[in-house]
């Protein structure tokens, strides 16, 4: 995975057709999209419960782009090698799923995956710049985890800016998970990430038999989000 700043649109497929999981990645790759992104919630750490890792398992053969799997689950050390080993590119844990963030983000590299460390609305970052030699990406949840759909809170742009300012060169990305639309989207290009996480903005109006809408989607996030920055794909 060669790092850049450029914008990525990582539609999550927690609003996917949960009964053609196959079709539906292998119609937003073809339609544009950069990452894949996979919900898993265990109904302990967030209130929803979604995927495990034999699912994992059985997308990974679809996903030809990067599989970038979000951790909302406590704890979280006992499950890095079995999701690792279902194909994860990128394993992202929450600063609050464990006693020991630092020994997880150690896991996950120690398990051939990209660490990813995500703070949800309550969680400050001061603890964060002591990881920053450990992460390969920072999630900053737009919305309290759990469920998708939810209305983006404005008042983590602030948050997007200092982060970014704290990370400075270093290769980190900076991913936004939780209501992004095309008129979210340039807030948090501006602000500094370059990561997108759409759910029901790019899966809404299509289908695997009518995928364009998911090129239109996916579009017109990415065009509001590079709009934003001023560089243009």
């Not at 398990?111 to 609305?121: H, I, Q, R």
């Not at 742009?157 to 340039?186: C, N, Q, S, Y």
């Not at 579009?219 to 560089?231: K, Q, S, Y």
Request: with cysteine.
């Amino acid at each position: 995975m060669t790092f850049d700043r450029s914008i990525k649109i990582a539609p999550s497929i927690l609003s996917a057709d949960f009964a053609n999981f196959g079709g539906e990645i292998r119609a937003i790759e073809a339609e544009g999209c950069d990452w894949v992104h996979v919900d898993v919630m265990d109904g302990h750490f967030v209130p929803n419960l979604t995927f495990g890792p034999q699912l994992c398992v059985a997308i990974r053969p679809h996903v030809t782009t990067l599989m970038d799997v979000h951790l909302m689950i406590s704890p979280v050390d006992p499950y890095i090698d079995a999701f690792a080993q279902s194909g994860a590119d990128i394993l992202t844990a929450h600063l609050e799923a464990g006693p020991h963030i630092h020994r997880t983000l150690q896991a996950i590299r120690a398990a051939g995956c990209k660490a990813g460390l995500a703070l949800n609305p309550g969680s400050g970052i001061d603890s964060v710049a002591d990881m920053l030699d450990m992460v390969d990406l920072i999630c900053v949840m737009t919305v309290n985890p759990g469920f998708g759909g939810q209305k983006f809170i404005h008042g983590q742009i602030d948050k997007v800016r200092r982060l970014r300012a704290m990370i400075g060169d270093r290769p980190i990305h900076i991913e936004i998970d939780g209501g992004i639309t095309p008129e979210t989207a340039p807030l948090m290009a501006a602000a500094g990430a370059d990561v997108l996480v759409a759910g029901s903005a790019v899966f809404k109006g299509g289908s695997v038999e009518t995928p364009a809408p998911y090129g239109d989607n996916i579009r017109a996030i990415r065009r509001a989000a590079e709009a934003a920055t001023g560089v243009m794909a």
